[in-house]
């Protein structure tokens, strides 16, 4: 155990605090992941790029800061910022999903073309990936892709496309080979929202608010060259930044953060003369979920030592998208609690707390549970890959399935 | 920057695994705990090889010197194997009282010993967390007098290290005038527990500090115990996925259903981040005192409640083999039982977490 970074690294802590003291100020104030940044976001994002406090590694060329991947700095820069309270760079889909899978499997011209605008701001991408009758079995969407002169000609529909109305382009898997297997028919193509025969449709949640879409392509055309990776090859094209999703959704200081607003809140709250801390239920469960926050905290420190080795990280890492959702949603719903009747406020009601954040994360966070490979996903991932557990045994062919599912369906409920 | 165990603690874990899966094997592990049970002296004598005994002893009284997470390596060892062996009180908990609050006499006269695996003396400090059924030690005028239970690695102590009501710790010979002892039986076969009667027995009180070395104790014992939890949640986790990789039912093993995977998972998922917690906890009791308390109290909190989950789960997985004594997967889910309730169960230790943050109301 050695949980000092050494003297390069605590230099390099003492340079990001005094950027941030000196520069703070000009950060924009709350960041709405679900619009396009603003002017103040776009600067923001500039400066950042210009000091490698974002976009670090990703070469100069191509619009980054050039920096050597180092993955102690780049824990030291989200830690300063997080204990700061200041927004680090933008952390759009495009950035956090598309530049990573063109810097790994674009062409040299497609990594010219979109990276730089994509990393400043001024180019805004959404998913298209999941389809109504395609969710955690995402191989098997079905928005296809016919070749006619020299470009693809898209039909179908998707789901989810958080930013869709604010994007200008669009990442998407469509079925291009439909001969093949499903895997294997898969293609990943990029075009812009403004293509004819895009229509978007807000998607509104639980939560009262449209943070994603139903996107519909009717006859959109869209040039051959426009497609990342070899026809056929979109599936796994796709994976490559469904690891990056995954790496996003598990961020330590956030939980962290959270549970010290909690814990400001419960002091706050009050219950007639006694704060909601005062209470020894709300107190203990607070305990108990501080314990949970620095399990993951900790976890976080072994799976980042561990990738310092080059090693991939385990079941440290496996678990993390399942355990950090489900901790969220825990802490949210503690303030909920803390609150009594006051936690149903909502819709900018007289007295609501905090905007209605609490009950919002609470909703949004059991959308995030879902998305992004469900927590029942997770766990045949955690089972199968981590533990070596037998898969779930395939099923026959479509044709002789309906049948013999009925069958087994009944033979297990009489058993 | 390094985040996790070092060479050398991976080379000890390592061979103590090896150590105990050659001389205490399950059948073993039965035989101390069946009938009238028994510390496997066999396993000590093995772990003394290994210099075990005087690991937490300072070097210049023939230790090892080593730190609480080394200790820690070693308690998650022997909660995988569910070891029957009172490594904890004497070896852990004594050592670092004698070589934090003991006098050079004291010192002197134990330490060495403690290092060469002799005496074996038996820590009763559970009143510093809570009291139960009135039990309360008082010191007066250079007697002892009062009642201690849950007094930890009971069986064939040589001494008995006792806190008073104001946190100060005294040795009682086993032989003292005055001193009773009565063995309680609890669920866990492979531990032993007592309780001491005190009558104006004159002890021998290592240095009065305010109840800091008292305190220091409960961290320790905290951890030690949180680590054994871990190792053996570790060995039902793995219990439960061979036998659902065997077990045949519906003409395929049951850990190709959904259900049974997913309670797999669900384990592996809640216990894989405890790890982290105890090896830091561990760590700051060495390194950053000042977070060890908080540490602790969070490593031996979570590690309660995430194992009481694995083993009541493991068991289920097993189905009805794992409910009957054949399997033996009982000695690790009442190992695990033990670890929760001693030195504070995960609310009484919430409650102290809390108070260390100023959550509470200032009286």
Same mark, same amino acid.
């Given at each position: 155990m050695d949980l000092e970074y050494g003297a390069e690294y605590d230099a390099f802590r003492e340079e990001v605090r005094q950027f941030l003291e000196a520069h703070g100020h000009r950060a924009p104030a709350g960041q709405d992941r679900a619009a396009r940044p603003s002017a103040d976001a776009v600067k923001w994002q500039a400066l950042l790029?210009?000091?490698?406090?974002?976009?670090?590694?990703?070469? !100069?060329?191509? %619009?980054? +800061?050039? $920096?050597?991947?180092?993955?102690?700095?780049?824990?030291?820069?989200?830690?300063?910022? !997080?204990?700061?309270?200041? =927004?680090?760079?933008?952390?759009?889909?495009?950035?956090?999903?598309?530049?990573?899978?063109?810097?790994?499997?674009?062409?040299?011209?497609?990594?010219?073309?979109?990276?730089?605008?994509?990393?400043?701001?001024?180019?805004?991408?959404?998913?298209?990936?999941?389809?109504?009758?395609?969710?955690?079995?995402?191989?098997?969407?079905?928005?296809?892709?016919?070749?006619?002169?020299?470009?693809?000609?898209?039909?179908?529909?998707?789901?989810?496309?958080?930013?869709?109305?604010?994007?200008?382009?669009?990442?998407?898997?469509?079925?291009?080979?439909?001969?093949? *297997?499903?895997?294997? %028919?898969?293609?990943?193509?990029?075009?812009?929202?403004?293509?004819?025969?895009?229509?978007?449709? =807000?998607?509104?949640?639980?939560?009262?608010?449209?943070?994603?879409?139903?996107?519909?392509?009717?006859?959109?055309?869209?040039?051959?060259? #426009?497609?990342?990776?070899?026809?056929?090859?979109?599936?796994?094209?796709?994976?490559?930044?469904?690891?990056?999703?995954?790496?996003?959704?598990?961020? *330590?200081?956030?939980?962290? &953060?959270?549970?010290?607003?909690?814990?400001?809140?419960?002091?706050?709250?009050?219950?007639?003369?006694?704060? $909601?801390?005062? !209470?020894?239920?709300?107190?203990?469960?607070?305990?108990?979920?501080?314990?949970?926050?620095?399990?993951?905290?900790?976890? %976080?420190?072994?799976?980042?030592? &561990?990738?310092?080795?080059?090693?991939?990280?385990?079941?440290?890492?496996?678990?993390?998208?399942?355990?950090?959702?489900?901790?969220?949603? #825990?802490?949210?719903?503690?303030?909920?609690?803390?609150?009594?009747?006051?936690?149903?406020? +909502?819709?900018?009601? =007289?007295?609501?707390?905090?905007?209605?954040?609490? #009950?919002?994360?609470?909703?949004?966070?059991? %959308?995030?549970?879902?998305?992004?490979?469900?927590?029942?996903? #997770?766990?045949?991932?955690?089972?199968?890959?981590?533990?070596?557990? *037998?898969?779930?045994?395939?099923? =026959?062919?479509?044709?002789?399935?309906e049948r013999s599912a009925v069958a087994d369906g009944r033979k297990q409920e009489t058993a | 920057m390094h985040f996790g165990l070092s060479e050398d603690q991976r080379m000890l874990r390592d061979s103590v695994a090896r150590s105990l899966s050659d001389n205490c094997p399950l059948d073993h592990v039965r035989e101390c705990a069946e009938g009238e049970p028994v510390f496997s002296d066999k396993t000590m004598s093995a772990l003394g090889e290994l210099g075990l005994p005087g690991m937490m002893v300072p070097e210049e009284h023939g230790g090892l010197g080593m730190s609480l997470l080394d200790a820690a390596v070693v308690a998650e060892q022997l909660g995988y194997a569910a070891a029957p062996v009172p490594f904890l009180a004497t070896n852990v908990l004594a050592a670092l009282a004698l070589t934090h609050a003991g006098s050079r006499e004291q010192q002197a006269d134990w330490l060495p010993r403690i290092a060469r695996g002799e005496p074996r003396i038996s820590v009763a400090i559970a009143e510093t967390v809570e009291a139960r059924d009135g039990a309360v030690v008082a010191a007066h005028g250079g007697g002892l007098s009062g009642t201690s239970l849950f007094a930890l690695d009971f069986r064939g102590a040589d001494a008995f290290l006792v806190a008073d009501g104001a946190g100060r710790l005294h040795l009682v010979p086993t032989d003292a005038a005055g001193l009773e002892t009565v063995a309680l039986t609890t669920i866990d076969r492979t531990r032993s527990v007592g309780e001491v009667h005190l009558q104006g027995v004159a002890a021998e009180p290592l240095m009065a500090d305010g109840g800091v070395a008292a305190a220091r104790l409960?961290?320790?014992?905290?951890?030690?115990?949180?680590?054994?939890?871990?190792? /053996?949640?570790?060995? @039902?986790?793995?219990? /439960?996925?061979?036998?659902?990789?065997?077990?045949?039912?519906?003409?395929?093993?049951?850990?190709?259903?959904?259900?049974?995977?997913? @309670?797999?998972?669900? @384990?592996? /998922?809640?216990?894989?981040p405890c790890r982290a917690l105890v090896w830091y906890a561990a760590h700051a009791f060495d390194a950053a005192p000042d977070e060890a308390r908080l540490a602790a109290c969070h490593a031996k909190s979570h590690t309660g409640e995430v194992h009481r989950f694995v083993a009541r789960t493991s068991t289920e997985v097993h189905g009805g083999m794992g409910f009957t004594d054949l399997l033996g997967l009982h000695y690790w889910f009442k190992r695990i039982g033990f670890d929760r309730q001693v030195l504070g169960g995960p609310e009484a230790v919430r409650a102290e977490a809390a108070t260390l943050q100023g959550w509470t109301r200032a009286a």
């Open positions: 790029i210009e000091h490698g406090y974002t976009a670090r590694t990703i070469p !100069s060329e191509y %619009g980054g +800061y050039g $920096a050597e991947p180092d993955i102690l700095k780049s824990r030291i820069i989200a830690e300063e910022f !997080s204990r700061a309270g200041i =927004p680090g760079g933008l952390a759009n889909q495009g950035i956090s999903m598309l530049v990573p899978t063109l810097l790994e499997l674009g062409t040299e011209e497609q990594k010219r073309r979109w990276i730089e605008p994509t990393l400043k701001g001024e180019i805004v991408w959404c998913q298209g990936y999941s389809e109504p009758g395609a969710g955690s079995d995402l191989a098997a969407l079905k928005t296809s892709a016919r070749v006619e002169g020299g470009e693809f000609v898209i039909n179908g529909q998707k789901i989810w496309t958080s930013t869709a109305k604010q994007a200008d382009m669009i990442f998407c898997l469509v079925r291009t080979e439909h001969e093949a *297997p499903k895997h294997g %028919g898969i293609s990943y193509l990029i075009f812009s929202m403004d293509t004819p025969g895009i229509e978007v449709r =807000p998607l509104k949640t639980m939560t009262g608010h449209a943070e994603f879409n139903e996107t519909f392509f009717t006859e959109v055309r869209v040039p051959v060259d #426009q497609i990342v990776g070899e026809r056929g090859q979109g599936w796994f094209v796709a994976n490559a930044t469904l690891g990056h999703e995954r790496s996003m959704l598990g961020d *330590p200081d956030a939980l962290e &953060n959270r549970l010290q607003a909690l814990v400001n809140l419960m002091r706050e709250e009050r219950v007639g003369k006694d704060r $909601a801390i005062d !209470s020894p239920v709300l107190r203990d469960r607070l305990a108990a979920l501080q314990a949970e926050v620095a399990a993951m905290k900790y976890n %976080g420190m072994r799976i980042l030592s &561990n990738s310092l080795r080059g090693d991939p990280g385990g079941m440290a890492k496996l678990i993390v998208k399942l355990q950090s959702c489900e901790l969220a949603h #825990q802490i949210s719903a503690l303030a909920i609690d803390a609150m009594g009747e006051i936690g149903i406020l +909502y819709h900018g009601s =007289p007295r609501e707390r905090a905007r209605g954040a609490w #009950q919002r994360n609470y909703m949004f966070q059991l %959308g995030l549970i879902i998305g992004g490979g469900t927590a029942q996903i #997770q766990r045949n991932i955690i089972a199968e890959r981590g533990l070596g557990m *037998p898969r779930e045994p395939r099923l =026959p062919k479509p044709a002789a399935v | 409960r961290c320790a014992g905290r951890i030690i115990l949180a680590a054994d939890s871990l190792g /053996a949640g570790e060995a @039902m986790i793995e219990k /439960a996925i061979d036998y659902a990789g065997q077990r045949e039912q519906f003409g395929r093993v049951i850990g190709s259903f959904q259900a049974v995977k997913h @309670m797999c998972a669900e @384990m592996a /998922a809640r216990h894989e």
